[in-house]
């Protein structure tokens, strides 16, 4: 079974960029959540889908990002305009969990965002 | 200025010996506990949870305990090899939430031959 896979593993570009993330969970899983590191702190929660709908988006630092989940498969997360303090770690995670508290969450290898 | 962002704690063990890693959680109505393993270059793995309404839980050469009293968790690792060498996040789940999990900052396993 393939696990979360996220693209690109690394980009680097200029304050004022767009740049979109990408993740494809593990198959069959309706449970879909972004996370993020930036430098040195923790690993926090931006959002959680389940299926195409947004769960819990109370994570999303500010208007400049936006996930999006159409047909319930992959996810996709842009930042538009980037800023420098944007740079980190952008990790997928997903579950088969289907009520009561988060699961067990299947992390992808992340993408890491440098913004110049 | 320059930000300062968190510094890791780190725990150099001699390899065979066992492993003690410890994590003070915050709020008191997390019922759902985790403990994280993420290698270099990798995303977090799942290691080993515990609910509320326990106080051990063992898996296959980990050990976690959590002590609500006091709102604190520890790993244990028993004979840690040099695969063991990680950042290791305990987590908690918010019984409020069944989005997300709160990460805490990690501690630096390193293995000493």
């Known amino acids: 079974e393939a696990g979360v896979t996220q693209f690109p593993s690394h980009s680097v570009i200029e304050k004022g960029q767009t740049v979109t993330l990408r993740c494809d969970p593990i198959s069959g899983h309706d449970n879909l959540y972004w996370y993020r590191r930036v430098m040195g702190k923790e690993i926090k929660f931006l959002l959680h889908?389940?299926?195409?709908?947004?769960?819990?988006e109370s994570g999303m630092p500010n208007n400049r990002f936006l996930a999006e989940r159409t047909g319930g498969t992959y996810s996709t997360l842009k930042v538009q305009p980037a800023e420098l303090e944007d740079s980190g770690v952008y990790f997928c995670?997903?579950?088969?969990?289907?009520?009561?508290?988060?699961?067990?969450?299947?992390f992808g290898e992340g993408s890491r965002l440098t913004v110049l | 200025g320059e930000s300062v962002g968190l510094h890791l704690p780190t725990l150099s063990v001699q390899e065979g010996d066992n492993s003690i890693i410890n994590c003070a959680y915050s709020?008191?109505?997390?019922?759902?506990f985790i403990w994280y393993k993420q290698e270099s270059g990798k995303g977090p793995q799942f290691i080993i949870d515990?609910?509320?309404?326990?106080d051990k839980r063992q898996g296959q050469r980990v050990t976690v305990l959590l002590n609500k009293t006091v709102k604190h968790l520890s790993l244990q690792i028993a004979a840690t090899q040099p695969g063991d060498s990680a950042v290791y996040f305990c987590?908690?789940?918010?019984?409020?939430?069944?989005?997300?999990?709160?990460f805490g900052s990690g501690t630096r396993l390193s293995i000493r031959p």
């Open positions: 987590a908690e789940n918010p019984y409020s939430s069944a989005s997300k999990i709160i």
């Open positions: 889908f389940v299926k195409e709908s947004k769960q819990d």
């Open positions: 515990i609910r509320s309404n326990m």
């Open positions: 995670a997903s579950s088969r969990r289907t009520s009561g508290s988060v699961g067990e969450l299947f």
């Open positions: 709020n008191s109505a997390s019922d759902y």
